[in-house]
């Protein structure tokens, strides 16, 4: 099976798909407008990665499209752990969205309620981009990021095979 190329367009619907729980109003009658957010920022917590670095290349282009900021904080595994912990510990309200390791993080962050449902997200037309398909995901991955109540948590992004 070959492997499928991380994309500009890959990029950008799945952006738009996790970080519209972060900025949701009601939705209007029209449909998706990229624009829809423009003036809101975004705080992401990123662990250093090398799926972080091609992210971050594309972060200007996003705030192009969107007319959102992003600001951002990249940190090693262990430390964007620890102050992950603390900032959702004491509910500051700092952090918008967070790269989360699901195999060390999924069920603990799920029972605290640190994650926010996309389900409803992913199902409004206004709120996900049309070219975003969450069956373009494979069943493993949609698997990988739902929870046991259904509750989708995060977007998959790639499996590490380590």
């Known amino acids: 099976m070959a492997a499928r190329r ?73 430390q964007a752990r620890q102050k992950l912990t603390v900032e959702m510990t004491a509910n500051s309200g700092g952090i918008d969205a967070f790269f989360t390791s699901l195999h060390v993080e999924k069920k603990r962050f799920w029972k605290a309620g640190w994650y926010h449902p996309l389900n409803k997200f992913l199902q409004d037309a206004s709120l996900t981009s049309p070219e975003f398909d969450w069956n373009d995901f494979t069943d493993g991955a949609r698997a990988g990021v739902t929870q046991p109540d259904g509750s989708i948590s995060a977007m998959a992004a790639f499996i590490d095979a380590n």
């Open 6 to 78: 991380f994309t500009r367009r890959t990029f950008l619907t799945t952006a738009v798909a996790a970080a519209g729980p972060f900025v949701f109003t009601p939705a209007r009658a029209q449909g998706f407008n990229w624009k829809r957010f423009q003036g809101k920022e975004l705080f992401l917590l990123l662990t250093k990665h090398p799926f972080i670095d091609v992210l971050e290349k594309h972060i200007p282009e996003f705030e192009s499209l969107s007319g959102m900021k992003v600001k951002w904080e990249t940190l090693p595994e262990i």
